[in-house]
């Protein structure tokens, strides 16, 4: 059963968290690779809405760009971005929403845009595009990124998209938004956030790896679930979907 | 999954005494077989949203469906007065209606509102006019970049919105050419939505023209097949606007009397659209038939 | 040269004064009529606009609503209502918009609204419609309608579409608003507005008609042009148009 | 009355050093054309603005045209980094580049204002971001119906938006299927448009398909004829997204030097978009030619 690399585990275990979803907000890469593998198993009904403004869509090749042709032809519904923004997303019809990230904190604050000063920036990253509506207006948000200290930090350079901002209620008190995080989906386990103080905690493994090999790559003391799970692994059928349908040329589970 | 269900169990599961119902569409797609059928099943104490009332809503208002109308237009286009509407408002003829009034800009907004999620939608009209002193839900806000205020409506959520359709799919999928009227922000506006169909179709025929799609299978409760479903309004490309019935419904409706006898004779005396469709006889129909005009085909590509 | 009705002489004067205008606001009734008129004679480029979402309309026939599908058929575009008003109106690209009213007074405010109090209406009449926002927002406001003291009223029991308010500068202060109403085509003469005060004054006679007839409709006492001028009576090519191509029943020049 | 004209007529027309330009169009549409035009005509100070400013602002900024970017995503989409974007943002090559940044909602937002004559727009985003706290024309206003605030950003008013079609008329109406991006918004916010159709219709093909019209000619200044114009985006039904193209740029941007090259061969040294279309290649446009997927017909309806 180790014939399965780190991202392909990632990908099905995104996939896996879409059962009872009915539109999810895709993105690019890893995403969308999941949202198709989900769409082929767990959640057959599942629609793919992108902020390019295609709902619905049934792309027949995997699209380098959230704007790529395939997603327009065959799609239920072609539509100006400010309609998709405001009466699917900002009107709460869009129960998941996945993100990246090039820096996360403990309470699943997301930073896309700047590495050191803003004004001054070490690096400019591509800022928030979607981001930051995804994350405050999706139902629930499911971040997908690999576990590394550079990217697991004590403190963002900037937040662009919101977790629970300083944990507690703070979140909730933002006013009508969606629920927020749900999970972090990394190379080596899955993370949860705390009912309460909605701090981020391992709350499974992927087969083969440890806690302390995720704590190496945290930066803060990691909290552990109680009961660590353990996540299956990729079922055959998972990895014929994802290696003979959706990714044949291996571009993004490698 | 396929929604597909009667209007009779539509109206019957969908819209409750109380409720707030739109059966929207601006002269065109206005879904007269819906109303019939809220007639029909007696629904009490309804708040009526439209921007242009329109013979509908002045034959639920003579059949005592309604509490209240929000609303821009209180007419009958072309035509003259709604008489059901003026007696129940003027001398509270079968009851009193309350009306709650904007202008077709600010009905536009309210339904913009409540479809984007919006607690208010900014909009330049109502300035120098006497609505905003007899509607308390009409303010203003400061505008933060610069000096002066700008008007602002609330979101307008109604219960159900039914929205008559050319084509949908079992699903709810919808396609809509012609005037559009205000049938997306209506139908996003809503808790629950209705779509009717002149014709119910594959899915591919909707996926093969995604951008034509106005009303996706997402918000939609239930699909009712129901051709001839709008008249005497019309569906662009299947029949016409039945100008004769508008001109003819000034004088049935003048009295009470005579319109409560064309709401037996042609509502409470059928048990459908599919009746009304033969009561009304193929020569209407003919005379409603329009040519063709076909619009193109474009080329989405294959992409794989 | 007495062979035409009052009727199509406000048509003929209010298609003259589309002359220099590119995009009408279109009105049912006698503004329809007076605009399809001015595109095949002062103004060949007029567009039409209507409210029902309608730009760019060559009507085959003369429609009974402002909604026929007659408008669709062959338009250059066809959009939602809540475009029409934001991107075209709203944003002032609309030079010209035509209104009728159940009263007017001498500043060019209309009442569609309702005749005695609100609450208690001694008539309930339709209500703004688009009456209110084309007021404002058209660049100019051209007012068709006939003559009568019950119509030319001393004050409006409802302001539902203002023209200059109160007079002089009132309306200038609500803000960037179009420059209000530029004429009164009524069944007798035209009447513009004073540059200052603001006040409608008889600015043309059709001919026949005499100040005091005109004088007798109206509830105040009317301001007359220093230099009264008279209207051409129409031209043989207009009432041809008219009787054979616009309204071969009579519905409207009767 | 026709407008047709040349690229190059259109943007020394309509384009001035200092403007504010819009090159839109969300991954489809995006008029590389313009842009190439643009820096042959060595325009300079511009204010670009876009979603995403895409490898066509990389290049203009490369080529020193742009002195600020208002945006909301910076990036080569599906590749990596707009590395010259970088350069002149981290280091101040060729200069130093302002950014006024925003979310994607946020730029549709302003768009959306500046269409539709608003002083500012309301939306639910930036909550909780530290966008707010580097940009100040994000503001808030009171929500006059309840408590709390909303998020507002104001109109964004380009001098000039160059929108990329599949088919307009000489006169500038114009049609686009497939993704619509904010094309509209962004034409109607504008002072002046410039339409570039990959193919001049007559105005009776508009006009059979109203519905698919998105900017009619009362908007339009200048008409451009210019097939493949978007290349490396892409037209839907006409040809795919060069993504080869999109990836290359990562090697080629990297390195001033190696970008300037490719300038001097791509944009410098050619006269315009024929001979681009002529050097690519015909292997490159079969490639990217797709399948046909045709949309099926709709019945407008004679009516007269």
Redesign the interface.
């Known amino acids: 059963m180790n014939d399965y690399t780190a991202s392909e585990m990632m990908i099905v275990a995104a996939a896996r968290m879409l059962a009872d979803a009915?539109?999810v907000f895709v993105g690019?890469?890893l995403p969308n690779i999941a949202c198709n593998l989900a769409q082929r198993t767990v959640a057959p009904?599942l629609?793919l809405i992108y902020?390019?403004?295609?709902?619905?869509a049934?792309p027949?090749?995997l699209?380098?760009?959230?704007?790529?042709?395939?997603l327009?032809?065959?799609?239920?519904?072609?539509?100006?971005?400010?309609?998709l923004?405001?009466?699917y997303?900002?009107?709460?019809?869009i129960d998941v929403g996945f993100l990246g990230a090039a820096q996360i904190d403990r309470y699943g604050?997301l930073n896309t845009?700047v590495i050191g000063d803003?004004?001054q920036?070490?690096?400019?990253?591509?800022?928030?595009?979607?981001?930051?509506?995804i994350a405050?207006?999706c139902r629930r948000v499911l971040i997908i990124t690999r576990l590394s200290r550079r990217t697991f930090v004590e403190k963002l350079d900037?937040?662009?998209?919101?977790g629970f901002?300083e944990g507690g209620d703070?979140?909730a008190r933002?006013?009508r938004?969606g629920e927020g995080p749900a999970a972090v989906i990394t190379d080596m386990g899955i993370f949860r956030f705390d009912r309460i103080t909605r701090e981020m905690f391992l709350a499974s493994l992927y087969p083969g790896c440890t806690v302390e090999r995720v704590q190496e790559q945290v930066s803060w003391p990691l909290r552990v679930a109680d009961r660590l799970g353990t996540v299956a692994p990729p079922a055959e059928e998972e990895l014929r979907i994802l290696r003979q349908e959706l990714d044949p040329a291996g571009r993004l589970r490698m | 999954m396929s929604k597909l269900t009667t209007m009779r169990e539509a109206i019957a599961a969908l819209v409750h005494d109380g409720d707030c119902v739109a059966i929207e569409g601006f002269t065109h797609l206005i879904c007269f077989a819906a109303g019939h059928e809220i007639i029909r099943q007696r629904k009490r104490d309804l708040v009526l949203c439209r921007l242009t009332p329109d013979l509908i809503y002045d034959q639920m208002v003579a059949a005592g469906c309604a509490r209240k109308l929000i609303f821009s237009y209180l007419g009958n286009p072309g035509v003259g007065s709604l008489h059901a509407v003026r007696r129940a408002v003027e001398r509270g003829i079968p009851a009193p209606l309350e009306l709650e009034e904007y202008t077709h800009f600010g009905m536009v907004a309210r339904y913009i509102a409540g479809a984007a999620g919006l607690p208010f939608y900014p909009l330049h009209t109502f300035a120098g006019s006497d609505l905003p002193r007899v509607n308390p839900l009409i303010r203003r806000v400061e505008n933060p970049y610069g000096s002066g205020a700008v008007y602002v409506v609330p979101p307008l959520h109604p219960d159900v919105a039914i929205i008559h359709v050319q084509r949908a799919d079992q699903e709810g999928n919808a396609q809509i050419w012609g005037l559009l009227g205000v049938q997306v922000e209506a139908a996003f506006a809503a808790q629950h939505v209705i779509v009717v169909a002149e014709e119910i179709v594959d899915e591919a025929v909707i996926r093969a023209d995604p951008n034509r799609t106005v009303i996706p299978a997402l918000i939609v409760d239930a699909v009712v097949h129901e051709p001839f479903g709008a008249h005497p309004s019309y569906v662009q490309g299947y029949y016409d606007r039945d100008t004769e019935a508008y001109i003819a419904w000034d004088a049935i409706s003048r009295e009470p009397e005579t319109l409560q006898q064309w709401l037996d004779e042609w509502v409470y005396g059928l048990s459908g659209r599919a009746e009304y469709v033969e009561k009304l006889g193929g020569q209407v129909w003919q005379r409603l038939k329009p040519g063709d005009a076909w619009s193109g085909r474009v080329n989405y590509g294959r992409y794989c």
């Open positions: 009915r539109v690019i890469g009904r629609e902020e390019s403004g295609v709902y619905g049934r027949a090749r699209p380098l760009s959230i704007g790529d042709p395939c327009v032809s065959g799609a239920v519904g072609v539509m100006p971005i400010s309609q923004l405001q009466y997303l900002q009107r709460g019809l604050n845009t803003y004004q920036p070490k690096v400019r990253l591509p800022g928030s595009g979607g981001a930051c509506e405050l207006m900037f937040v662009t998209s919101p901002l703070a979140r933002l006013g938004y």
